[in-house]
Protein backbone atom coordinates (compact mmCIF):
# COMPACT_ATOMS: atom_id res chain seq x y z
CA UNK A 1 0.00 0.00 0.00
CA UNK A 2 1.60 3.48 -1.04
CA UNK A 3 1.82 5.56 1.67
CA UNK A 4 1.43 8.81 -0.63
CA UNK A 5 -0.86 8.84 -4.09
CA UNK A 6 -0.56 11.04 -6.43
CA UNK A 7 -3.15 12.19 -9.19
CA UNK A 8 -2.98 12.35 -11.64
CA UNK A 9 -0.62 9.59 -12.93
CA UNK A 10 -0.18 11.24 -16.32
CA UNK A 11 -0.95 14.52 -17.38
CA UNK A 12 -0.37 16.26 -21.17
CA UNK A 13 -1.29 19.68 -21.82
CA UNK A 14 -0.92 22.70 -24.39
CA UNK A 15 1.50 25.55 -23.16
CA UNK A 16 0.01 28.34 -21.63
CA UNK A 17 -2.65 26.08 -19.79
CA UNK A 18 -3.20 25.96 -15.90
CA UNK A 19 -2.80 22.58 -14.40
CA UNK A 20 -3.12 20.96 -10.84
CA UNK A 21 -1.75 17.90 -9.25
CA UNK A 22 -2.53 16.32 -6.02
CA UNK A 23 -0.56 14.57 -3.24
CA UNK A 24 -2.85 12.59 -0.55
CA UNK A 25 -2.24 10.23 2.31
CA UNK A 26 -4.85 8.98 4.84
CA UNK A 27 -2.17 9.92 7.35
CA UNK A 28 -1.10 13.04 9.17
CA UNK A 29 2.92 14.07 8.42
CA UNK A 30 4.34 17.13 9.68
CA UNK A 31 6.03 18.21 7.04
CA UNK A 32 6.17 17.48 3.14
CA UNK A 33 8.23 18.53 0.13
CA UNK A 34 7.63 18.53 -3.47
CA UNK A 35 10.53 17.29 -6.27
CA UNK A 36 10.63 17.77 -10.07
CA UNK A 37 12.62 15.04 -11.62
CA UNK A 38 13.95 15.30 -15.66
CA UNK A 39 14.65 12.34 -17.58
CA UNK A 40 18.14 10.63 -16.68
CA UNK A 41 18.34 12.74 -13.79
CA UNK A 42 18.05 12.85 -9.97
CA UNK A 43 14.91 14.58 -8.12
CA UNK A 44 15.64 18.11 -7.79
CA UNK A 45 13.86 20.26 -4.52
CA UNK A 46 11.20 22.44 -5.56
CA UNK A 47 9.63 23.34 -2.16
CA UNK A 48 9.42 22.20 1.31
CA UNK A 49 5.67 22.71 3.75
CA UNK A 50 5.73 22.65 7.09
CA UNK A 51 2.38 24.23 8.41
CA UNK A 52 -0.97 23.02 7.55
CA UNK A 53 -2.80 25.70 5.46
CA UNK A 54 0.59 26.54 4.07
CA UNK A 55 0.59 28.05 0.60
CA UNK A 56 3.85 29.13 -0.93
CA UNK A 57 4.52 30.44 -4.25
CA UNK A 58 8.16 29.72 -6.88
CA UNK A 59 7.13 32.08 -9.99
CA UNK A 60 3.88 30.37 -11.52
CA UNK A 61 3.98 27.13 -9.18
CA UNK A 62 1.45 27.60 -6.30
CA UNK A 63 1.80 24.95 -3.59
CA UNK A 64 -0.31 24.36 -0.97
CA UNK A 65 -0.58 22.14 2.00
CA UNK A 66 -3.53 21.15 3.93
CA UNK A 67 -5.45 21.92 6.69
CA UNK A 68 -5.20 18.65 8.38
CA UNK A 69 -1.95 17.85 7.03
CA UNK A 70 -2.79 14.82 5.11
CA UNK A 71 -3.14 16.68 1.62
CA UNK A 72 -1.07 19.05 -0.55
CA UNK A 73 -1.38 20.23 -4.15
CA UNK A 74 0.88 21.86 -6.79
CA UNK A 75 -0.57 24.48 -9.25
CA UNK A 76 1.12 25.18 -12.17
CA UNK A 77 -0.01 29.01 -13.98
CA UNK A 78 0.52 29.33 -18.19
CA UNK A 79 2.58 26.42 -18.46
CA UNK A 80 5.61 25.98 -20.02
CA UNK A 81 7.37 23.07 -22.27
CA UNK A 82 10.01 23.62 -19.77
CA UNK A 83 7.69 22.02 -16.69
CA UNK A 84 7.36 18.92 -18.37
CA UNK A 85 8.89 15.88 -15.86
CA UNK A 86 7.83 14.27 -13.36
CA UNK A 87 6.53 15.95 -10.13
CA UNK A 88 7.05 13.68 -6.83
CA UNK A 89 5.94 14.75 -3.39
CA UNK A 90 7.59 13.22 -0.09
CA UNK A 91 7.13 12.47 3.53
CA UNK A 92 10.06 14.27 4.95
CA UNK A 93 10.52 11.37 8.00
CA UNK A 94 12.23 9.15 5.77
CA UNK A 95 12.02 10.66 2.00
CA UNK A 96 9.51 8.25 1.07
CA UNK A 97 7.88 9.18 -2.20
CA UNK A 98 4.44 9.31 -3.77
CA UNK A 99 3.70 7.54 -6.62
CA UNK A 100 4.20 10.70 -9.28
CA UNK A 101 2.99 12.51 -11.92
CA UNK A 102 4.48 12.34 -14.84
CA UNK A 103 3.47 15.76 -16.70
CA UNK A 104 4.09 16.65 -20.50
CA UNK A 105 4.13 20.30 -21.71
CA UNK A 106 3.64 20.59 -25.78
CA UNK A 107 3.81 23.96 -27.53
CA UNK B 1 31.92 20.50 -5.17
CA UNK B 2 30.95 16.93 -6.73
CA UNK B 3 27.85 16.64 -4.47
CA UNK B 4 26.60 12.50 -4.71
CA UNK B 5 28.46 10.54 -7.27
CA UNK B 6 26.94 7.34 -7.83
CA UNK B 7 29.11 4.45 -10.07
CA UNK B 8 28.68 3.06 -12.24
CA UNK B 9 26.05 5.09 -14.28
CA UNK B 10 25.52 1.78 -16.46
CA UNK B 11 25.76 -2.07 -15.44
CA UNK B 12 24.79 -5.46 -16.88
CA UNK B 13 24.51 -8.34 -14.80
CA UNK B 14 23.54 -12.02 -15.19
CA UNK B 15 20.85 -13.81 -12.86
CA UNK B 16 22.43 -14.73 -9.21
CA UNK B 17 25.70 -12.38 -9.42
CA UNK B 18 26.64 -10.28 -6.76
CA UNK B 19 27.60 -6.23 -7.14
CA UNK B 20 27.95 -3.54 -4.91
CA UNK B 21 26.61 0.01 -6.65
CA UNK B 22 29.01 2.75 -5.00
CA UNK B 23 27.70 6.12 -3.79
CA UNK B 24 29.51 8.79 -2.11
CA UNK B 25 28.96 12.35 -0.92
CA UNK B 26 31.11 14.92 -0.01
CA UNK B 27 29.01 17.42 1.79
CA UNK B 28 29.18 15.84 5.04
CA UNK B 29 25.68 15.07 5.36
CA UNK B 30 24.76 13.03 8.02
CA UNK B 31 21.69 11.46 5.96
CA UNK B 32 22.00 8.53 2.93
CA UNK B 33 19.32 7.03 1.34
CA UNK B 34 18.99 4.53 -1.56
CA UNK B 35 15.96 4.19 -4.14
CA UNK B 36 14.61 2.46 -6.88
CA UNK B 37 12.76 3.17 -9.33
CA UNK B 38 11.07 1.16 -12.13
CA UNK B 39 9.41 2.84 -15.25
CA UNK B 40 7.07 5.39 -15.21
CA UNK B 41 7.10 5.41 -11.09
CA UNK B 42 8.06 7.30 -8.15
CA UNK B 43 10.89 6.15 -6.12
CA UNK B 44 11.00 3.35 -3.83
CA UNK B 45 13.01 3.72 -0.40
CA UNK B 46 15.61 0.50 -0.09
CA UNK B 47 17.56 1.40 2.86
CA UNK B 48 18.44 4.37 4.50
CA UNK B 49 21.23 5.71 7.30
CA UNK B 50 21.62 8.39 9.34
CA UNK B 51 25.06 8.20 10.11
CA UNK B 52 28.03 6.76 10.14
CA UNK B 53 27.37 3.02 11.78
CA UNK B 54 23.89 3.31 11.49
CA UNK B 55 21.33 2.04 8.69
CA UNK B 56 18.05 0.77 8.77
CA UNK B 57 15.51 -0.81 5.92
CA UNK B 58 13.06 1.23 3.73
CA UNK B 59 10.14 -0.30 2.28
CA UNK B 60 12.19 -2.37 -0.74
CA UNK B 61 15.06 -3.82 1.26
CA UNK B 62 14.89 -7.83 0.51
CA UNK B 63 17.47 -8.57 -1.67
CA UNK B 64 19.70 -5.80 -0.70
CA UNK B 65 22.41 -5.00 1.75
CA UNK B 66 23.93 -1.63 2.98
CA UNK B 67 26.25 -0.58 5.47
CA UNK B 68 28.25 3.14 6.82
CA UNK B 69 31.55 3.15 7.57
CA UNK B 70 31.97 6.31 6.78
CA UNK B 71 30.10 9.90 6.61
CA UNK B 72 31.02 10.49 3.11
CA UNK B 73 29.99 6.46 1.65
CA UNK B 74 27.16 4.66 1.71
CA UNK B 75 27.35 1.47 -0.89
CA UNK B 76 24.27 -0.86 -1.75
CA UNK B 77 25.09 -4.58 -2.46
CA UNK B 78 22.69 -6.59 -4.37
CA UNK B 79 23.46 -10.60 -2.81
CA UNK B 80 22.26 -12.38 -5.58
CA UNK B 81 20.88 -10.74 -8.66
CA UNK B 82 17.57 -11.26 -10.02
CA UNK B 83 15.49 -9.68 -12.98
CA UNK B 84 13.00 -8.35 -10.88
CA UNK B 85 16.11 -6.10 -9.55
CA UNK B 86 16.48 -4.54 -13.06
CA UNK B 87 15.94 -0.81 -12.07
CA UNK B 88 17.10 2.45 -11.87
CA UNK B 89 18.95 3.16 -8.45
CA UNK B 90 19.04 6.17 -7.16
CA UNK B 91 20.96 7.65 -4.11
CA UNK B 92 20.60 10.57 -1.73
CA UNK B 93 21.74 12.71 1.11
CA UNK B 94 20.98 15.57 2.95
CA UNK B 95 22.66 17.36 5.92
CA UNK B 96 19.76 15.27 8.37
CA UNK B 97 16.78 13.23 8.70
CA UNK B 98 13.64 15.69 8.12
CA UNK B 99 13.09 18.64 6.58
CA UNK B 100 16.80 19.22 4.72
CA UNK B 101 17.22 19.65 0.84
CA UNK B 102 17.97 16.20 -0.68
CA UNK B 103 20.70 16.48 -3.28
CA UNK B 104 20.29 12.95 -5.39
CA UNK B 105 22.84 11.13 -7.60
CA UNK B 106 22.42 10.70 -11.50
CA UNK B 107 21.95 7.24 -11.09
CA UNK B 108 22.71 3.42 -11.75
CA UNK B 109 20.88 2.34 -14.69
CA UNK B 110 21.30 -1.95 -13.55
CA UNK B 111 19.50 -4.63 -16.00
CA UNK B 112 19.71 -8.20 -15.04
CA UNK B 113 19.50 -10.54 -17.68
Known amino acids: TQLLEQSPQFLSIQEGENLTVYCNSS?????LQWYRQEPGEGPVLLVT?????EVKKLKRLTFQFGDARKDSSLHITAAQTGDTGLYLC???????FGTGTRLQVFP | NAGVTQTPKFQVLKTGQSMTLQCAQD?????MSWYRQDPGMGLRLIHY???????DQGEVPNGYNVSRSTTEDFPLRLLSAAPSQTSVYFC????????????FGQGTRLTVV
Open chain 2, 92 to 103: ASSYRQGITEAF
Open chain 1, 27 to 31: SVFSS
Open chain 1, 49 to 53: VVTGG
Open chain 1, 90 to 96: AITDKLI
Open chain 2, 27 to 31: MNHEY
Open chain 2, 49 to 55: SVGAGIT
